[in-house]
């Protein structure tokens, strides 16, 4: 057994400990073999040479993120304290490439290695598929993608749809007119351009139709040309649907289709047309396939524990 001393330097104590020690916890969750015993600025450590190393190297990369961002959250620190920390600090939380400067001074980038990919996918491919489990930023940063687009010019408009599908529950009659009966299905992608476009010229946008929002059902019949095209929620898309918005694509246009395949609220004997797009156009040239998992959740820390329980009941089944 050896024993050192890490010193912190440049970072304030309580904003690698937490508050009640609690972001400390998961350090010492994650290196159960050592004995860690922090004291204001001083780290004690007990414990085999090779673990010390590693824990420090763990540390550092902590306060290298704190010195960048200026914050470090719970969910954070378990990103980077994971086995490929350091390379996701280095190709995602490390790059300058800011998407969008949002509303409020909200700088938008990738967070994660995945999320990064994602970004890189766009870049290269005119097609992408972006497939994971809830709040790993799929939607998010495909609108992030498309505004970018916009105001740098590679796109006259963005198009953004969705299956009007409910998740397991039938909300009968909607009182309004069609704009909104819709609006509930359509939500989410509101609430991403809310953050990222000021109010007034998102209405401005939207209104000379540079920004349109509508349900999968009427891209029927529509060629897009220079515009970026984001499916969101293809895993409730039947095939004929499918087929119908990705044979929709013009010239000069980016499409960006995502999808969560353990969420399908079709009827049963429905099959969803994204897995089957999925199985059909995976060796397809030209079009790329991102896949995120719950090491990306980027909501509450909970998002992630949910996630892997179900996927541990699933595999049990």
Request: proline residues 3%; aromatic residues 6%.
């Amino acid at each position: 057994m050896n024993e050192k001393t890490i010193t912190l330097d440049s970072i304030n104590p309580v904003d690698l400990y937490g508050v009640n020690d609690s972001k400390l916890e998961l350090v010492k969750k994650q290196f159960p073999k050592l004995k860690i015993i922090a004291r204001g600025g001083n780290i004690k450590v007990i414990g085999d040479d090779a673990d010390i190393h590693k824990l420090e190297e763990k540390i550092n990369l902590l306060i290298a993120h704190f010195n960048k961002f200026g914050s470090l959250t719970e969910n954070n620190m378990e990103r980077l304290l994971a086995a490929d920390g350091e390379k996701l600090m280095q190709t995602s939380e490390d790059s300058n490439d800011v998407l969008v400067f949002g509303n409020g001074g909200l700088t938008i980038k990738a967070r994660t290695l995945n999320q990064r990919k994602m970004v890189e996918a766009v870049d290269k491919t005119d097609m992408v598929f972006v497939i994971g489990p809830a709040g790993t930023g799929k939607t998010y940063t495909a609108v992030a993608l498309a505004v970018r687009a916009l105001k740098n010019k590679q796109v006259k408009k963005i198009i953004l749809t969705r299956p009007a599908v409910e998740a397991g529950e039938n909300l009968g009659f909607l009182p309004g007119d069609l704009k909104e009966k819709l609006d509930p299905y359509l939500q989410p992608l509101y609430d991403a351009l809310f953050d990222m476009i000021p109010s007034e010229k998102l209405e401005s946008f939207m209104e000379t139709k540079v920004i349109q929002i509508a349900p999968l059902a009427f891209m029927r019949g529509r060629t897009l040309d220079n515009a970026f095209v984001i499916l969101d929620e293809a895993q409730n898309a039947t095939a004929s649907q499918m087929k119908m918005f990705l044979t929709r694509m013009g010239k000069s246009a980016k499409f960006v289709i995502t999808g969560d395949v353990t969420q399908v609220d079709l009827p049963k004997h429905q099959p969803s047309g994204l897995i089957e797009s999925i199985r059909i156009l995976k060796d397809a040239e030209g079009i790329s396939f991102v896949y995120l998992n719950e090491q990306d959740v980027i909501r509450h820390k909970l998002v992630r524990t949910i996630i892997e329980a179900y996927n541990k009941a699933e595999k049990n089944k």
